[in-house]
């Protein structure tokens, strides 16, 4: 079984440009999650999907960032415009409704803005 | 949630069992004890969750006290694949309930 693919694995920008990532679930899995680790912490959530319906985007920071789960299944994260505080590893997760306990994380993109 | 105290690291000898501690003093009736794991560079991984009983899987075994307070994560044979951050999370029941990470504890595993 293929696990949680993202892309890039790493991107540097320049800061007030535009960024995005991309995040491939597990086939079948109807939840979908971003979280935001900074150096030396734990990951934060930041938006969590039911199928294509963002049901918890609490801590997603909507000036700027902003999320999107097309037809429920792959996601694309985006800041715009990025910031030096967002040099950070963005991390995709996703889990089933069945198994909704383990929730199973990509790499994660490892973001420098400069 | 409740929150978690976890030391913030702890060394092992190879093939020597690593227990990992969690405090988690004000965890509620319906809580969940969840262990994860981020070796560098990766993602975190699921290991094991239990809600009062003793659980036990091919990764790990989790201790819960009595009256459910802390938690110790035992990796019977740690190896040196085992060394990474192993995060002690309490989370509730259902689908919109949140893993809320801490800070962990570095665990790593020596010759």
Known sequence: EAGV????RYKIIEKKQPVAFWCNPISGHNTLYWYRQNLGQGPEL?????????????QLPKDRFSAERL???????KIQPAELGDSAVYL?????TVRFETQYFGPGTRLLVL | DA??????SMDCAEGRA????????TISGNEYVYWYRQIHS?????IIHGLKNNETNEMASLIITEDRKSS????????????AVYYCIVRGTGTASKLTFGTGTRLQVTL
């Open chain 1, 5 to 8: 693919v993202q892309s890039p």
């Open chain 1, 46 to 58: 930041l938006i969590r999907y039911e199928n294509e319906e963002a049901v918890d985007d609490s």
């Open chain 1, 71 to 77: 037809k429920g299944v792959d996601s694309t994260l």
């Open chain 1, 92 to 96: 995709c997760a996703s889990s089933s």
């Open chain 2, 3 to 8: 929150k978690t105290t976890q030391p913030p």
């Open chain 2, 18 to 25: 690593a227990n990992l501690p969690c405090n988690h003093s």
């Open chain 2, 42 to 46: 990766q993602g975190p991984q699921y």
């Open chain 2, 72 to 83: 110790t994560l035992i990796l019977p044979h740690a190896t040196l694949r085992d060394t």
